[in-house]
């Protein structure tokens, strides 16, 4: 998508170890004109895929996913991360290894909440080695749920979370893919799109 491309050449900082800061438009404050523009892209994308429901993580996909959610006019749930031991059972489970915290969190999502009737559309701001959406995989299949896709606003493709969701079939749309970036020149290269 050229407009969220253009916006993280003009206003995306390279750091090291592989880490895009966004944080002036995703990850701290947040452009709801971008997010709606991302979400009718999303809706074009996924058009005809049964969704009702929008699955997300805490923290940074939500604002994201809910602005999504209107856009497909569905509830948006976020999964929990949680650090503690004794988990409700009543809680679908699972773990993830944060790649910008280098954490490993326990995460749940209420039975309640994500059930066999539902068709999830899982939205993120980002995927790197594909942890986060492995882990949300995990509890749509736990909770019986189908996965119509996954909506990814900047997917570093040089990492290898896109080939490992591609290869299990899910479609992924990721409206920026970057192919390589640079901490020292602050260069960004993009992947380019055909069909975006
Ligand atoms: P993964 O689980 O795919 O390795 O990493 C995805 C999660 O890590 C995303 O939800 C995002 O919060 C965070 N993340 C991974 N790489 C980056 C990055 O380069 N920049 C930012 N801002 N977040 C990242």
């Known amino acids: 998508m050229k407009l969220l491309e253009e916006r993280i050449q003009r206003d995306g900082i390279v750091r090291e170890g592989n880490v895009l800061k966004v944080d002036s438009f995703i990850n701290?404050?947040?452009?709801?004109?971008?997010?709606?523009e991302m979400a009718k892209e999303w809706k074009r994308l996924f058009a005809g895929k049964p969704v009702n429901?929008?699955?997300?993580?805490?923290?940074?996909?939500?604002?994201?996913?809910?602005?999504?959610?209107?856009?497909f006019n569905v509830p948006?749930?976020?999964?929990?991360?949680?650090?503690?031991?004794?988990?409700?059972?009543?809680?679908?489970?699972?773990k993830i290894q944060s790649f910008t915290h280098k954490k490993i969190y326990n995460v749940i999502v209420s039975k309640k909440f994500l059930t066999a009737e539902d068709h999830v559309l899982i939205i993120d701001d980002f995927l790197a080695n594909g942890?986060?959406?492995?882990?949300l995989l995990d509890l749509a299949k736990e909770a019986g749920a189908t996965v119509e896709g996954i909506g990814i606003a900047v997917e570093k493709g040089f990492q290898q979370g896109g080939e490992l969701i591609r290869s299990k079939g899910i479609q992924l749309e990721?409206?920026?893919?970057?192919?390589?970036?640079n901490s020292e020149t602050g260069e960004i290269k993009f992947r380019e799109q055909p069909h975006q």
Do not use: W
């Open 53 to 71: 429901k929008v699955l997300t993580i805490e923290a940074s996909g939500i604002g994201i996913a809910a602005v999504v959610a209107s856009e």
């Open 174 to 181: 990721s409206l920026a893919i970057v192919e390589s970036m």
């Open 28 to 36: 701290h404050q947040m452009d709801i004109p971008l997010f709606r």
């Open 76 to 94: 948006v749930v976020f999964a929990k991360k949680s650090m503690s031991i004794n988990l409700d059972y009543d809680n679908y489970e699972t």
């Open 131 to 135: 942890c986060a959406l492995m882990g």
